[in-house]
C-alpha cells in the first residue's frame, strides 16, 4: 500500500510540472500575441 502511494504521489508530481511547463508555453504565445497586437492598437 505504501509503494502504492508513493507512485501515485510521483504521477501527480509529473503531470503537475508538465501542467506548469504548458502553462508557460500558453504564457510565452500569449506575450507575443500581445507584443504584436498592442503596437497595432496603439
Do not use: A, E, H, Q
Amino acid at each position: 500500500m505504501k509503494i502504492k502511494g508513493t507512485r501515485k504521489r510521483k504521477k501527480f508530481r509529473r503531470t503537475v510540472s508538465v501542467i506548469n511547463k504548458s502553462n508557460l508555453v500558453i504564457l510565452n504565445r500569449f506575450l507575443r500575441i500581445l507584443s504584436w497586437l498592442l503596437p497595432g492598437l496603439l
